[in-house]
Each structure stands twice: as structure tokens, then as C-alpha cells.
């Protein structure tokens, strides 16, 4: 069964790194996500993707973080400078028109 | 703002009880209702989906119901079982985005 995969699974950085975390979409989906869940707190909507251009974006996502998709495969996040705060589990998801969110195993950031 | 509410925050039951865990959210402008199950450290894996247009959904030993204009959604576990222990996400899209909840932590004990 298709899934969505996700690259690192554990990124360990210093505070004023530049991070980026990579993700491959389940193939025919057209909608593409980044979440964050910081431990023991609510999974929070960071970012929406669609044809080549961000949909929709929550207030979390400023000017730090930005999302790309250098191919037909991947869909990348970036951080420019990490924050102590910005240590959390990154999901990345993906959906096709009409149906569910399928999410990926998650990358743990942590930012020392 | 959409907010979404899960009671209760945790639950533990005996193997083979019937269960409900409640989901309640503010603006019932919703597309779709999502339920997850989340294992510690892990991934979240999608079990039900609910359309705005429809009332239940079922899967198995899951059933999930969907009252959009009251902003409730409630998912009943029949016979319990160990390997559901987890932590269960109520989720709704309204736009592109899902607003969750915090998650009902379940136990069943053997």
C-alpha cells in the first residue's frame, strides 16, 4: 500500500541552523502538508501545498520557514535559523481531491 | 477560530468493553471529520474519515458518527482489545487545513 515517507527521522541541529526536512508524497496525491506536534501538545497545521504554491499557511509558518518541491517526488521544509522552540515532531502529509489526510512516520527535530 | 474539544482526555478500560470517545468542534463549517490513532513516538495512521454530508462511518470494529450541525463526532470501539491502547485524534478540515484535538489516551487492560 502506498505511504508517505519522511527523511530524517531523528535531526539533531544547533540553535541558528539552517534545517531541512524531506518528505515523498503518496504518487497521485495533489495536496501536500506540513504539521507539527511539540511534545505533549496538539498536532498544529504549519502549511498547505497545491500546484506548485502554498494554499494556505498558519501563523506559525513566518518568514523562517518556507516549502518547496524541487521535483515530481519530493516536498521539502525548510527552517533558516532554528529557535530553541521549533524542537518538535514534523509531520508531512498528502491527499488526493476529495479524500483523507495520510500522514508520514514524522521527523523529531530537536534544536540544542 | 475552529477549536476541537476530546473528552475524555484519558481512558482505561478492561479487554473486550465497548467504548465511545467523544469529539466536539466550534464551527460546523467543516468539508470532513478524520479520526487517528497515534502510537507513542509515532506516526499518525488515518482509521476513519466522515464526509460533512454524511452521519456514520464504520470499519471493522470501528464506527464513527458525525452530528455537524450540533459539532459532534463520537467513535465507538467494539470489544476492545490490548493492541488498541493508543492515543486516539479527532480532526476536522474546514479550508485546507485539519484542526485536531489533543487526543483521548486509551488503555485496555488484559
Known amino acids: 500500500e502506498p505511504e508517505v515517507t519522511q527523511t530524517p527521522s531523528h535531526q539533531v541541529t544547533q540553535m541558528g541552523q539552517e534545517v531541512i526536512l524531506r518528505c515523498v508524497p503518496i504518487s497521485n496525491h495533489l495536496y501536500f502538508y506540513w504539521y507539527r506536534q511539540i511534545l505533549g501538545q496538539k498536532v498544529e497545521f504549519l502549511v498547505s501545498f497545491y500546484n506548485n504554491e502554498i494554499s494556505e499557511k498558519s501563523e506559525i509558518f513566518d518568514d523562517q520557514f518556507s516549502v518547496e518541491r524541487p521535483d515530481g517526488s519530493n516536498f521539502t521544509l525548510k527552517i533558516r535559523s532554528t529557535k530553541l522552540e521549533d524542537s518538535a515532531m514534523y509531520f508531512c502529509a498528502s491527499r488526493t481531491v476529495v479524500n483523507e489526510q495520510f500522514f508520514g512516520p514524522g521527523t523529531r527535530l530537536t534544536v540544542l | 477560530k475552529q477549536e476541537v474539544t476530546q473528552i475524555p482526555a484519558a481512558l482505561s478500560v478492561p479487554e473486550g468493553e465497548n467504548l465511545v470517545l467523544n469529539c466536539s468542534f466550534t464551527d460546523s463549517a467543516i468539508y470532513n471529520l478524520q479520526w487517528f490513532r497515534q502510537d507513542p513516538g509515532k506516526g499518525l495512521t488515518s482509521l476513519l474519515l466522515?464526509?460533512?454530508?454524511?452521519r456514520e462511518q464504520t470499519s471493522g470494529r470501528l464506527n464513527a458518527s458525525l452530528d455537524k450541525s450540533s459539532g459532534r463526532s463520537t467513535l465507538y470501539i467494539a470489544a476492545s482489545q490490548p493492541g488498541d491502547s493508543a492515543t486516539y485524534l479527532c480532526a476536522v478540515r474546514g479550508g485546507s487545513r485539519l484542526t485536531f484535538g489533543e487526543g483521548t489516551q486509551l488503555t485496555v487492560n488484559p
Open positions: 466522515i464526509q460533512s454530508s454524511q
